[in-house]
């Protein structure tokens, strides 16, 4: 199974909303709650920050926030910041044989 | 503190065998899968398997099926990771990840938190 698709880049100016999609199919993101985001600075390893489509871990900033609607997850930053520029990954659980399947991932660039 | 820390950079020429570990800490290794990814310089991640630590069942993308094992020492929480044959192509930061478990049988995909990366440099 290919990637789930993201955008390569979103951009935005500082304190406003970005909203990043994870695309998929009815295999994924479609029939199961099991997605998760990462964030990941450059020369970092990710980190999570949403979990089961909109669940949020403790200690992670409540300036994000995760949804889906029918094979599309999304992840929105609202209240842009500067510290949050870095790479945002999603990743499903799929029932093909590949079990889970990173989005090919997307740059936050804070104007 | 959960923590999972990795073993340092290595360098190694085609054809070479390789074994890096994934050292678990601050939690019950057995009650969680442990999961790898890859990610070959300025690319994106990818999912590379899972083992589960209290019977070492595995599950591997089929990408790195027959390439790569994925193992586990439960009597010292490490996760190994390890080549029989290197390629050049698989130059690329390796993370592992404690990994969620199922729910209603589908498993969790989370992965948190992550081990700091081990750069594998495979060059003749």
């Known amino acids: 199974q290919s990637a789930l698709t993201q955008p390569a880049s979103v951009s935005g100016s500082p304190g406003q909303s970005i909203t990043i999609s994870c695309s998929g199919t009815?295999?994924?993101?479609?029939?199961?709650?099991?997605v998760s985001w990462y964030q990941q600075h450059p020369a970092q390893a990710p980190q999570l920050i949403i979990y089961?489509?909109?669940h949020r871990p403790s200690g992670v900033s409540n300036r994000f926030s995760g949804s889906k609607s029918g094979n599309t997850a999304s992840l929105t930053i609202s209240g842009l910041q500067a510290e949050d520029e870095a790479d945002y990954y999603c990743?499903?659980?799929?029932?093909?044989?590949?079990?889970?399947?990173f989005g090919t991932g997307t740059k936050v660039t804070v104007l | 503190e959960v923590q999972l820390v990795q073993s340092g950079a290595d360098m190694k020429k085609p054809g070479e065998s390789l074994r890096i570990s994934c050292k678990a800490s601050?939690?019950?290794?057995?009650?969680?899968?442990i999961t790898w990814v890859r990610q070959m310089p300025g690319k994106g991640l990818e999912w590379m398997g899972r083992?589960?630590?209290?019977?070492?069942?595995?599950n591997y993308s089929p990408s790195f099926q027959g390439h790569v094992t994925i193992s586990v020492d439960k009597s010292i929480t490490t996760a190994y990771l390890q080549w029989s044959s290197l390629k050049a192509s698989d130059t690329a930061t390796y993370y592992c990840?404690?990994?969620?478990?199922?729910?209603?049988?589908?498993?969790?995909?989370?992965?948190?938190?992550w081990g700091q990366g081990t750069l594998v440099t495979v060059s003749s």
């Open positions: 601050g939690y019950t290794f057995t009650n969680y899968w």
């Open positions: 089961d489509v909109s």
């Open positions: 990743i499903s659980y799929t029932n093909t044989g590949t079990l889970e399947v």
């Open positions: 083992i589960d630590p209290s019977d070492s069942y595995t």
């Open positions: 990840a404690r990994h969620g478990v199922e729910v209603a049988g589908v498993p969790s995909v989370w992965f948190d938190p």
């Open positions: 009815n295999s994924d993101i479609g029939i199961y709650n099991s």
